[in-house]
C-alpha cells in the first residue's frame, strides 16, 4: 500500500507568507526577509497568488475548495527552519477530495487524494562530508509551496512514478509550476506498507523522504518492498521509519524513527487571521480553466483514434499540445500532425537538448507537409528544410526558393535518367527483368543519385515498374 506527498513549489513572484522575491538559482543568501529568516517581531502576510494557484489545482482535480482558511504552526527543530515551526495548514486544507488519472494497462486509473495544503518552503541544506559541515541557502525559505497527499490506493511502483509524472504535467498545463524536479520545484516522499493480501488493517508504514527524479520514485518503492518483506517473511516487525534514497548505492537508508502528526504540535499561527474565500473568486478562476491532459487525451483517442502512447506524447508539455492544436486549426491532418510532431520535430529538440518550442511555426509546418503530399518536395528534403528553419532565422519561402527542392514532374526527364541508369547496369538490369523484384530500390536510388534533377522516387519507381512489366 503506497500513498504520497508531492511537494510543489507554486510559481508566484513572491514568498507566500512575505513581499520577498523568490526566483531560482540566486546567489545565496541574496532573496531573504525577516520572516523567512524568523527575526523576532516580524510579522507574515498571505500571498493571494498562492491561493489562486492551489484553487486552479483544486478544479483540475475535481476536488472540494474549501472557503474557510486557517493557517498553522508545524513545529521541529533543524537548521533550514529559521523560526523553529513552519506555517503549513492541518485541519483546514485549501482542497479536500479529488483525484488525479493516469494510464495504466491501457486505461485510465483514478489516484485519489486526500488534501491538498499550501505551506512555505524550508531553507537548502548543502552537507559537505569532507570537514562534516553544513551550508544553508535561505533563499527558498518561505517559497510557496502545494502539498499533494494521495489515500493509500496505490498498488505498485510504476503507477507512483505515473502519478508524480502526471503531477508534474498538470501544474505545466495548469501554469501554476513548471514541476521541475531538477531544480527542487517538485519534490516527493513516499509511505509505504505491506499487509498480507486477506487482511483488513494496514501494516507499519514507512516514509521515504525527498526523491529528486521520476525513475527513483520507483525505484526506491522497490528497494523498500524487498526490505520490508525480508523483515515480515523473518518473523520480525517493520518499525515506522524516515528513510532517504541513496541513489549512489540504488537503496533507501534509514534516517530517524517515523513522526507523528502530535509530535510536531500543531496549532493555529496567531499571526494569521482566518482567510474567507468568496465564492465569486472562485467562479472567476473555474471560467478561465483549460482542459486537463487526461481530459485531452480521452478526447484525442476517442476523435483520431491515437494510441494512448500517441496521445501521452502530446500532452507531454502544455506547449506540444497547443502546437497539435494549431496544426489542426491549420487543417492538417490530424495523423500528419501526430507524424511530423513525434518524429522529426521531436528529434530536432531532442538533439539540440532544448525544451519544445514554437520555432517552428504551425503555419510554415502546413506548407511542408502540403508539399510534401503533392510530390512537390521529397520527404527528406523536408526534413532538411525543417532543419534549416530550426537553426537559422530565415523565412521559409526563401529557404524554398534559394534550395532546389522543388521535385522536376517532367517524365520524359525521368525516363531519360532511369534509361541512363540501366544502360549503366545491365547486369543487374538482367536479374531485374528475370523477377530478382528486391533490385527496384537498387535502381530508384541510383537513379536519384546520378541525375543532375530533383525526381521523384514514387515517379521514378512507377516507370521502372511499367518498363520491366512490358
Not at 30 to 56: F, Y
Not at 206 to 230: A, D, G, W
Not at 368 to 383: G, R
Not at 428 to 454: A, P
Request: charged share 25%.
Amino acid at each position: 500500500m503506497i500513498g504520497l506527498e508531492v511537494h510543489v513549489q507554486l510559481q508566484t513572484r513572491r514568498k507566500i507568507f512575505s513581499h520577498s522575491n523568490y526566483t531560482y538559482n540566486s546567489s545565496p543568501n541574496s532573496q531573504v526577509c525577516p520572516p523567512s529568516l524568523g527575526l523576532p517581531g516580524s510579522l507574515p502576510t498571505v500571498n493571494q497568488k498562492a491561493i489562486q494557484d492551489a484553487i486552479k489545482f483544486g478544479i483540475s482535480v475535481k476536488g472540494q475548495i474549501n472557503q474557510n482558511l486557517i493557517f498553522s504552526r508545524k513545529h521541529y527543530f533543524y537548521p533550514d527552519l529559521a523560526k523553529g515551526y513552519q506555517i503549513s495548514q492541518f485541519t483546514e486544507p485549501i482542497i479536500s477530495g479529488g483525484f488525479v488519472p493516469i494510464w495504466w494497462e491501457d486505461k485510465l486509473l483514478n489516484i485519489y487524494l486526500q488534501r491538498a495544503h499550501l505551506e512555505e518552503d524550508t531553507a537548502k541544506s548543502t552537507h559537505i562530508n569532507k570537514d562534516r559541515s553544513s551550508l544553508i541557502d535561505f533563499n527558498r525559505s518561505g517559497a510557496s509551496l502545494i502539498e499533494i497527499v494521495t489515500n493509500p490506493c496505490i498498488n505498485h511502483p510504476e503507477q507512483a512514478k505515473l502519478f508524480v509524472q502526471r503531477i508534474r504535467q498538470l501544474v505545466d498545463f495548469l501554469g501554476i509550476s513548471n514541476g521541475k524536479m531538477e531544480e527542487g520545484n517538485l519534490r516527493c516522499d513516499a509511505n509505504i506498507s505491506l499487509k498480507k493480501k486477506d487482511s483488513k488493517g494496514l501494516g507499519t508504514k514507512t516514509e521515504i523522504k525527498n526523491i529528486n527524479s521520476f525513475k527513483n520514485v520507483q525505484k526506491s518503492l522497490e528497494s523498500e518492498i524487498v526490505r520490508q518483506y525480508k523483515i515480515l517473511s523473518s518473523g520480525e516487525k517493520v518499525k515506522q521509519v524516515t528513510l532517504t534514497w541513496n541513489s549512489n548505492k540504488n537503496i533507501a537508508e534509514i534516517m530517524r524513527e517515523k513522526e507523528d502528526s502530535h509530535d510536531y504540535r500543531y496549532f493555529p499561527d496567531p499571526d494569521l487571521p482566518q482567510v474567507i474565500i468568496d465564492s465569486k473568486f472562485i467562479d472567476n478562476i473555474h471560467q478561465d480553466m483549460i482542459k486537463t491532459p487526461s481530459e485531452l487525451e480521452v478526447t484525442w483517442k476517442k476523435d483520431y483514434n491515437f494510441s494512448t502512447e500517441d496521445v501521452s506524447l502530446l500532452t507531454s508539455s502544455k506547449l506540444v499540445s497547443e502546437y497539435f492544436q494549431l496544426l489542426l486549426n491549420e487543417d492538417v491532418n490530424p495523423d500528419d500532425a501526430l507524424k511530423w510532431i513525434s518524429g522529426e520535430i521531436f528529434r530536432l529538440f531532442n538533439a539540440s537538448n532544448i525544451d519544445f518550442d514554437n520555432r517552428i511555426s504551425p503555419k510554415d509546418l502546413k506548407q511542408i507537409i502540403s508539399l510534401v503530399a503533392k510530390n512537390k518536395i521529397t520527404n527528406n528534403d523536408a526534413k532538411e528544410i525543417l532543419k534549416s528553419l530550426f537553426n537559422k532565422k530565415i523565412e521559409l519561402n526563401e529557404i524554398l526558393d534559394n534550395g532546389s527542392y522543388y521535385i522536376n514532374e517532367n517524365k520524359d526527364l525521368t525516363l531519360n535518367a532511369i534509361n541512363s541508369v540501366f544502360n549503366q547496369f545491365p547486369q543487374e538490369f538482367k536479374r531485374l527483368k528475370n523477377g530478382e523484384y528486391k533490385l527496384y530500390g537498387f535502381f530508384v536510388g541510383m537513379t536519384i543519385k546520378s541525375s543532375k534533377e530533383k525526381l521523384d522516387p514514387k515517379v521514378i519507381l512507377e516507370e521502372i515498374k511499367k518498363i520491366i512489366e512490358n
